[in-house]
């Protein structure tokens, strides 16, 4: 079983999102990470469900650090009561710093921008890049088409390796953060061919 985690990354909308269950379940999700005194780092925003969740951390007397670009804070974007906001140059700088000074990640409903930032900590996964858990806040279903894809990703050999070891998918904060303690994470390499790189065998393993 993995270490309880510290700080965990959440990637979430911009947007509220056209239902009220997204915003009840960011509150849920930020009211859960402060009761367990897990520290939330996120894109900044003060916006949509970002902001929501940032609030609901706030409330209850936990740690939300953003992480934001000068060009989305001068767009007025950025959330001004945070314990801490880091402002950067650079979209990719921002990602890299959200995915440093935490010990996992979260995708809860959001757009094109939430999907990135899954898909690069997956991806960063089954490189070895780290061994952070990953998991998705399957909120009102959101996420049942993408997990389909997954597994037609599987099925046609285009993902290697186990989505249930790498990704864990949940729809309550409680069942996620449980079940992301217990990922066994990436095994083996990416690829469906013989040994292309030994290296980074050793990397994952
Ligand atoms: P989206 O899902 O397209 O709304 O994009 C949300 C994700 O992209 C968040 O996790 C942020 O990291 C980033 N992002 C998008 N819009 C903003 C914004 N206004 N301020 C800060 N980050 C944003």
Redesign the pocket.
Known sequence: MKALHQRICV?????PGARPQYATAAKALGQTLAKKGIGLV????G??L?GILADSVLAEGGEAIGV?THQ?KE?G??HEGLTELKVVETMHE?KAL?AELSDGFIAMP????????LFEALTWSQLGIHKKSCGLYNVEAYYAPLVTFLETMQAEKFFKGELSHMLAVESTPEALLDAMAHLKGASGLKWFDEEPCLHLKETIQ
Do not use: D, Q
């Not at 990637?11 to 947007?15: A, I, K, T, V």
């Not at 959001?110 to 930032?117: A, D, K, N, Q």
């Open positions: 990637y979430c909308g911009s947007n996120y894109g900044g925003s916006k949509g970002m934001i989305l767009l974007a950025s921002r959200m959001g757009g094109i921008g939430t999907l990135e930032e």
